[in-house]
């Protein structure tokens, strides 16, 4: 099934990110829609699309729960290969979307077909269960990698990951008092969701003029 993808951002940009969503939410989410936008005001080109799983429920009222992230590799692969690139390629998501990408990412950082990773709230534990870590394939990652994390996100807060072996190529963003879509109490930290996610897509920007570029046309 070919996927279909959702664009935003100058077609002509250096840097095209692709996102998938998170377990429970669709791709045009108000969380993914917010994150795509700053990310297309910093110049990127962005492409989000849906797994299976995500796309049937448009179609149904049912509401199966996600398959294991592992199940995934394959369609986001797919996603990949789909895609019409030129220039540096991103591959990244929201949280299960991003733990997916990270499963993909050093087969085709290898190809030369990407030239990073990139996680917006990454899931390194479920909530209340910080000993189910997800993080054994991230220790000997070699794609260059940058998470945006919230300091208090739930699925691994800054404290936690502190204590986590991470490989050297992944750089972690903290966004102060953020959870796990980014957004501040303003009333505590003084910063607004707003400000929190023109700093990712700021950061997100300058990283990825960095990274060597890949292959230029895909």
């Known amino acids: 099934m070919q996927p279909v993808f959702l664009f935003d951002g100058p077609d002509d940009a250096e840097v095209t990110v692709l996102l998938a969503h998170g377990a429970g939410a669709p791709m045009d989410s108000a969380s993914m829609t917010a994150a795509t936008a700053a990310l297309a005001a910093a110049g990127m080109r962005v492409a989000r699309f849906e797994f299976g799983y995500m796309a049937a429920r448009r179609e149904s009222s049912s509401r199966k729960p996600p398959p294991k992230a592992e199940l995934l590799i394959p369609e986001y692969r797919h996603a990949v290969s789909a895609l019409p690139v030129k220039g540096k390629l991103i591959i990244g998501g929201k949280s299960m979307g991003g733990r997916v990408a990270s499963m993909v990412a050093d087969p085709l950082y290898a190809e030369g077909v990407i030239a990073g990773l990139v996680c917006l709230g990454y899931p390194f534990h479920p ?84 990274l060597p570029p890949g292959k230029p046309d895909r």
């Open 127 to 210: 909530p209340g269960k910080p000993a189910q870590l997800r993080t054994a394939h991230l220790e000997p990652l070699k794609t260059p990698a940058l998470i945006i994390q919230g300091t208090l996100d739930e699925f691994g807060t800054r404290d936690e990951v502190g204590a986590y072996r991470l490989s050297p190529s992944i750089s972690l963003l903290w966004l102060e008092d953020g959870d796990h879509d980014l957004k501040p109490r303003k009333s505590v930290s003084g910063y607004t969701a707003a400000q929190h996610l023109a700093r990712m897509a700021q950061e997100t920007r300058d990283w990825t003029r960095r």
